[in-house]
């Protein structure tokens, strides 16, 4: 069955999000090796980056943990529990007990386009996550950034994700839930397509080296298949509202008569 939304599916931003990137991921590079081969390959770089601060994202993309025991729970306690004598006196029990939130190591994946002959990369497909759209992980990726455009490698970006910081900020960008750029290498440009919920995927220039001309990716056929390869609508609950951050009025209902039209 496919999603049910034209674009972006914001439903699958939660708990789901890793499959999302390492699926959509593994599908771009399916869908442009014939396109580009043999001048070219696409290879998917695996790599491991630590999330010192996943706390904005507990009970989106990691699971619930328990964040206090209240001083009315405390009191249902064995009496011994409440009050703890030492050499020194009686101790004043703790109001709340928190547990201590540790680093999450998490895998990233993203796109490598090399040519044949040297290996040398050409071309970076990254799909943003959220521990890079805060810190310190967002200036981290900020650093990546630079350096892979300082190297002369153009750089494609979706940022599918309506949560976090942008990694890229402008005066002019529009305030829209998802957005999807390219930085072309030497250009000092960058080709911006913002998306809302109700706008289709769109179909994505990907640079080569020069004299080839670009290739284009069809976001949409890779979303659609990874969506039914892995029957993610086996695992949403469209009844419900969709991971935080939380809709806009108008997003609410547009996404609400859309859902009833299943």
Request: no cysteine; proline share 11%; charged share 20%.
């Amino acid at each position: 069955m496919p999603s049910p939304f034209p674009g972006m599916d914001p439903y699958l931003e939660g708990y789901l999000w890793p499959d999302v990137h390492n699926a959509l991921s593994a599908k771009i590079r399916q869908l442009l090796t014939p396109l580009i081969r043999p001048r070219y390959t696409a290879r998917l770089n695996i790599y491991v980056v630590e999330d010192v601060s996943p706390e904005g994202d507990i009970g989106i993309l990691y699971p619930d943990v328990e964040i206090m025991r209240s001083q009315q729970h405390a009191r249902e306690q064995p009496p011994g529990m409440l009050r703890q004598e030492t050499g020194f006196g009686a101790v004043t029990p703790a109001a709340l007990t928190i547990p201590v939130i540790l680093p999450i190591d998490i895998q990233l994946t993203s796109v490598e386009i090399r040519d044949t002959a040297q290996n040398q990369l050409i071309t970076s497909i990254e799909l943003l996550s959220p521990v890079n759209k805060r810190e310190p992980g967002l200036q981290q990726y900020r650093l990546k950034r630079q350096r892979l455009y300082q190297a002369g490698v153009h750089l494609l970006e979706l940022d599918l994700l309506r949560r976090g910081t942008r990694p890229i900020s402008h005066p002019t960008l529009p305030d829209v839930p998802y957005l999807i750029t390219l930085t072309r290498a030497h250009t000092g440009k960058t080709n911006v397509w913002p998306l809302h919920l109700k706008d289709a995927w769109p179909n994505i220039p990907v640079p080569l080296r020069q004299p080839d001309d670009d290739v284009v990716l069809h976001l949409g056929s890779a979303f659609s298949e990874i969506y039914d390869e892995a029957a993610y609508d086996l695992s949403l609950n469209y009844q419900e509202p969709p991971p935080a951050p939380a809709l806009s009025d108008e997003d609410k209902a547009w996404v609400r008569a859309l859902l009833d039209r299943r």
